[in-house]
């Protein structure tokens, strides 16, 4: 595979260039893939990839400050922040109360983060374990799932475990997170800290519920101009929910904490802010 964002940093674009340089947040391999195809698709040239990414970077910048946010404040939301964690809390949905046990968790991080008061930038991510067979999954858990020493963690199958992955939370963020979800919810199982390498990553693809800015949660938002499509009580805890159409904006707003596996290689693929002299 071509990887056309890596190509346009190494772009030999100059200071005589007609247009202002520009970043983007979050290059990952979902934003490098969807490039791609829609290169490969429409027949672009190199010249035309560049219009493509410029047209990215507007829209979403335009987007978002028609609804008081600027882009550029979500780049410790998007991106890995070297003094910071990203980590995958876990919940036991076979003791959920509710069939709708996405919502029901959503109460306990959103009670946690009013508590712990941040991560103020942070992107929120949800959702089941893909492709990680169960022997390997009760492996990872027994050795890095942070817990009680009291507490033995349960072998379920793996759609029952239910992971919320947040970005960019301190030391003195994750403690309180960590207690008050506990406190919250007695399906809260613990969490794995993700910022490094774990052999977890390979099953979290993940999709993005919401990016935190501070007191605004931005969201996606349908046809209809209807944003928070899961229905999570956001409002509840004090939150403005921006909503952000579903178009070629979401490759721009997705966290950069992207990660594969290749031959027994780990590595991180463009997790990081790019800017582009074009």
Same mark, same amino acid.
């Given at each position: 595979?071509?990887?056309?964002?890596?190509?346009?940093?190494?772009?030999?674009?100059?200071?005589?260039?007609?247009?202002?340089?520009?970043?983007?947040?979050?290059?990952?391999?979902?934003?490098?893939?969807?490039?791609?195809?829609?290169?490969?698709?429409?027949?672009?040239?190199?010249?035309?990839?560049?219009?493509?990414?410029?047209?990215?970077?507007?829209?979403?910048?335009?987007?978002?400050?028609?609804?008081?946010?600027?882009?550029?404040?979500?780049?410790?939301?998007?991106?890995?922040?070297? #003094? %910071?964690?990203? @980590?995958?809390?876990?919940? $036991?949905?076979?003791? +959920?109360?509710?069939?709708? =046990?996405?919502?029901?968790?959503?109460?306990?991080?959103?009670?946690?983060?009013?508590?712990?008061?941040?991560?103020?930038?942070?992107?929120?991510?949800?959702?089941?374990?893909?492709?990680?067979?169960?022997?390997?999954?009760?492996?990872?858990?027994?050795?890095?799932?942070?817990?009680?020493?009291?507490?033995?963690?349960?072998?379920?199958?793996?759609?029952?475990?239910?992971?919320?992955?947040?970005?960019?939370?301190?030391?003195?963020?994750?403690?309180?997170?960590?207690?008050?979800?506990?406190?919250?919810?007695?399906?809260?199982?613990?969490?794995?800290?993700?910022?490094?390498?774990?052999?977890?990553?390979?099953?979290?693809?993940?999709?993005?519920?919401?990016?935190?800015? #501070? %007191?605004?949660? @931005?969201?996606?938002?349908? $046809?209809?101009?209807? +944003?928070?499509?899961?229905? =999570?009580?956001?409002?509840?805890?004090?939150?403005?929910?921006?909503?952000?159409?579903?178009?070629?904006?979401?490759?721009?707003?997705?966290?950069?904490?992207?990660?594969?596996?290749?031959?027994?290689?780990?590595?991180?693929?463009?997790?990081?802010?790019?800017?582009?002299?074009?």
């Amino acid at each position: 595979m071509r990887n056309y964002i890596h190509m346009h940093t190494q772009s030999g674009a100059t200071s005589t260039s007609r247009h202002p340089a520009f970043v983007i947040h979050s290059i990952n391999g979902y934003t490098n893939v969807f490039v791609e195809v829609m290169a490969e698709t429409l027949g672009l040239d190199e010249g035309g990839v560049q219009t493509l990414l410029r047209s990215m970077h507007a829209e979403v910048s335009a987007s978002l400050k028609n609804k008081g946010v600027n882009y550029a404040d979500l780049k410790s939301a998007l991106t890995p922040q070297s #003094d %910071k964690h990203e @980590i995958a809390f876990i919940f $036991d949905s076979s003791r +959920a109360t509710s069939w709708m =046990y996405g919502e029901e968790f959503s109460r306990a991080w959103l009670a946690a983060l009013s508590v712990a008061g941040g991560a103020q930038r942070t992107a929120i991510s949800e959702g089941d374990v893909i492709g990680l067979e169960p022997h390997i999954l009760w492996q990872i858990l027994d050795q890095q799932l942070v817990r009680p020493s009291e507490q033995v963690t349960p072998w379920l199958s793996p759609e029952q475990y239910f992971f919320v992955y947040f970005t960019n939370v301190s030391n003195a963020q994750l403690a309180v997170l960590d207690r008050e979800m506990r406190t919250e919810s007695a399906a809260y199982l613990g969490y794995v800290d993700c910022s490094g390498w774990t052999p977890l990553k390979t099953g979290l693809a993940l999709p993005q519920v919401a990016l935190r800015l #501070d %007191k605004k949660i @931005i969201t996606a938002e349908d $046809d209809d101009g209807n +944003a928070n499509l899961h229905g =999570y009580r956001f409002d509840e805890f004090g939150y403005e929910v921006v909503g952000v159409t579903r178009t070629s904006t979401q490759p721009c707003l997705i966290s950069g904490s992207t990660w594969e596996s290749r031959n027994g290689v780990q590595r991180t693929v463009l997790s990081h802010s790019v800017r582009y002299p074009v």
